[in-house]
Structure formats: structure tokens, C-alpha cells
């Protein structure tokens, strides 16, 4: 059964729409990018908002399309999509502007009910320069935006915290991995660069005999690239949130340029890791290299009240690496920082997860605490047992 609709908003016009489907397959939404200028139609006078609309909710249950309702949204769209979670939620990434002029991005959110939509939330994120493409994590909690001037945006929605760094090259297009652990980033002349969900570059190679990492893959090494890279999607099922104990591998990343060709990135993670590309593996990757700065940052991104086995076995992964060290002023700070992740939390702990870590990372701070006195660090030593409250180890 084919079923058809014609679609509100402008007409005659060659414009790029976009179609997104809910989880539960009864709503589509079709968004375009219609940037908010009113003498952009000067031969075409608009007679209603329906003709002005850029944002169409579309009904598809039993088997028929139906127009539910249309809007025209306060700033130019730059992605639009259902959240995951929740099958009657609208995400979308507008462009907008501060009093000063200065370019932002607007995160939304969007509501179905009762057959219309409406604008629930609003979050206006500072950028350096106008965003070009975006990406969401698993959780939705956290929003990666590229920018023209080749910054990346990291925005966290449960800590209103944005982080920054800069890519080696122009972000047309991001893909976050399903583990949320890294994501992607590609140029449109087929370059890409990897990032792990702190910010931090990894660098990346071809399958070799000789070591040899670059910050960059670079296709028209490879083969001839003569159209742009217009699409990166991870093989994945479309609407899988993070879970606890996930053992789906993930490796498969397919490219689409403009005209062709098609292609696949096989992503060999080795044994160590069982193919996997989580956070875990991530970690351990980290630490088995000494990159500790990296490891903790992305601990700190880690929720202990949704995945706290997980959590817990990265932290005493590092500490465990690093109570193995010398102590140094470095070291020393790592360890305060790797056992901080519980006790000075970015997010409220739950009385149940303090309940079931507690026991098991005091022994961690203890053993931190005679590693302190190993080296006479006798005043952070004593300021440590309190903050522990293990008052055995002083008295």
C-alpha cells in the first residue's frame, strides 16, 4: 500500500527536506532549512504560517500519511530528529544569533500532543563561529556541534558544561559511536578525525604492519574521491540507547559520497578489547598507554547512578595503574582526581550507588592514603583520612 501527502510550506522552491520516523513507526517528522528572511520570496508573497513552515509533523498509522501539524520555527534548522527514548519527543539544533550578534545554537525540544507540536525547552549554546553540523550521544545528554572556523562543541545538558577543542579539519558531517564513547568527524573531501566524548583527539591508521598513526585519515590517499562526503552512520539499530551491560559489537561505519562511491570502515579493536568500543575499553586503552589525563577525563563523563560497575572498574583500573607509580606532584593529583569521580561526583550519587561503592573505593582511598605516607606526604595524608572519615588511620 502506497500512501501520499503533499507536504505544507514553500513551493516551487528546490530545497533539501529531511525525514525522521519515530522509535514506536507512527510519526514522521520532515524538517528543511528555511533561514528567516522574509525578502528570500520576494515574487511569492506568503499568505499563512502553513506556507512559512519549515517543521511538518506527519501521522503514519494504519498505513496512511496525514498532515498533523506544521510550524514555523524561530530560527534556521540545522538537524532535526525524535529522540530515542522518548517516541513523541522532537530534538532539534537551530541556528541563532545573541543580542550582540555573535553566532549561537539553539537545542529544542519539541512535544507531540494531542496531534500538534510545540517548543517545551530551549538551550542557547555560545559558539565561536556558526555551526555546520551536529551530533547527539545515546543519552541525549550530551550535543556535539562542528563549526566553520573547524572548532568542535561539546555541550552537556545535565551539567550545562561546554567544552571546546579544534579539529585538523572542517566539520561537515559527525556520527557519535552507539557506545557513546567517541565519535566522528569527517570533512566533505573525505578526511576524518576521531574524538573521544571528553575532547580529546585519537589518532587513527589503516590496518599495517608498521605503527603509524596520524590525526587524520585521508580517503583520496586511498582511492579517488571526486564528489563530497555527504553521510557517516555507524551499522547500528536506529533507536538502541547505552545500556549496562551491552555485548553488541559496534564497528562498522558506512560513508556516502554525493556521487558515489559507497563505503565501509572496518574498525579492527583486537582481542584485548573482545571487539568491543566502549567506554570501558576506552579506558583501558588509555591506561595501558599511560595516557591518564585522557582516562580520567572520560571517567568524569561516566554516570555512576545508570552504569556504575562500569564506572567502577575504570576507576580502579587507574588507580590501581597508578598506586604501581612513583608518587609525583602529577601522579599525586591524578589519583585525587580518579577517586574524586565518586566522592566530588559531577551528579548527585544516589543513596543506593553510595551504598554499593562505598565500601569498595574506601579501601582504594586507604591504599592512597599509605602511599601518601610511603613518601611522607604526612599533611595530605591526614587531610585525606578525614575527608574519608577514616579516623583509624590517624588516631
Known amino acids: ?26 510519526m514522521v517528522v520532515c524538517w528543511w532549512s528555511a533561514p528567516n528572511d522574509d525578502g528570500a520570496w520576494p515574487w511569492s508573497p506568503i499568505s499563512s504560517e502553513r506556507d512559512r513552515a519549515n517543521l511538518v509533523l506527519l501521522g503514519c498509522a ?54 500538534r507540536i510545540q517548543c517545551a525547552a530551549v538551550t542557547r549554546i555560545p559558539l565561536r563561529s556558526k555551526a555546520i553540523s551536529c551530533c547527539r550521544d545515546a543519552t541525549e545528554d550530551k550535543l556535539v556541534l562542528g563549526c566553520e572556523d573547524s572548532s568542535i562543541v561539546l555541550y552537556e545538558a545535565y551539567s550545562q558544561v561546554t567544552l571546546l ?21 569527517g570533512s566533505s573531501q573525505g578526511e576524518l578525525q576521531i574524538f573521544d566524548t571528553a575532547l580529546s583527539p585519537i589518532k587513527i591508521q589503516l590496518l599495517a604492519q608498521d605503527y603509524s598513526p596520524e590525526a587524520t585519515l585521508q580517503f583520496d590517499k586511498h582511492f579517488d574521491v571526486s564528489s563530497s562526503l555527504v553521510q557517516m552512520q555507524w551499522a547500528a539499530p536506529q533507536f538502541v540507547s547505552a545500556s549496562r551491560d551491552g555485548t553488541d559489537i559496534h564497528d562498522l561505519l558506512l560513508v556516502r559520497f554525493d556521487k558515489g562511491p559507497l563505503g565501509v570502515l ?85 543513596d543506593s550507588t553510595v551504598l554499593e561503592f562505598r565500601d569498595p573505593i574506601s579501601k582504594y582511598a586507604r591504599r592512597f592514603f599509605h602511599h601518601l605516607l610511603r613518601y611522607q606526604r604526612f599533611e595530605k595524608a591526614f587531610l585525606l583520612a578525614v575527608d574519608i572519615g577514616a579516623r583509624d588511620l590517624f588516631m
Open 1 to 26: 500500500q502506497i500512501s501520499y501527502v503533499d507536504i505544507p510550506g514553500p513551493e516551487g522552491r528546490r530545497m533539501k527536506r529531511h525525514l525522521a520516523i519515530n522509535c514506536v513507526q507512527d
Open 165 to 185: 577543542a579544534q579539529a585538523e579539519l572542517l566539520p561537515a558531517s559527525m556520527s557519535y559511536h552507539p557506545s557513546g564513547a567517541i565519535f566522528m568527524v
Open 62 to 115: 494504519h498505513g496512511k500519511l496525514e498532515v498533523l501539524s506544521c510550524i514555523h520555527t524561530e530560527w534556521d534548522l540545522l538537524d532535526g530528529q525524535f529522540s530515542t527514548n522518548q517516541p513523541y519527543q522532537i530534538y532539534t539544533v537551530e541556528h541563532s544569533v545573541s543580542a550582540d550578534k555573535e553566532p549561537m545554537a539553539d537545542s529544542c525540544l519539541y512535544k507531540c500532543s494531542r496531534n
Open 266 to 350: 572496518h574498525f579492527k579493536l583486537g582481542v584485548i578489547t573482545r571487539g568491543q568500543l566502549g567506554l570501558v575499553e576506552l579506558i583501558h586503552q588509555y591506561i595501558r598507554y599511560d595516557e591518564i589525563h585522557e582516562a580520567i577525563n572520560v571517567l568524569n563523563t561516566m554516570n555512576w547512578n545508570t552504569m556504575g560497575r562500569q564506572c567502577y572498574v575504570c576507576l580502579s583500573a587507574t588507580v590501581n595503574h597508578l598506586l604501581k607509580q612513583k608518587l609525583t606532584p602529577d601522579r599525586e593529583a591524578q589519583l585525587e582526581a580518579s577517586l574524586g569521580t565518586f566522592y566530588a561526583p559531577t551528579r548527585p550519587l544516589l
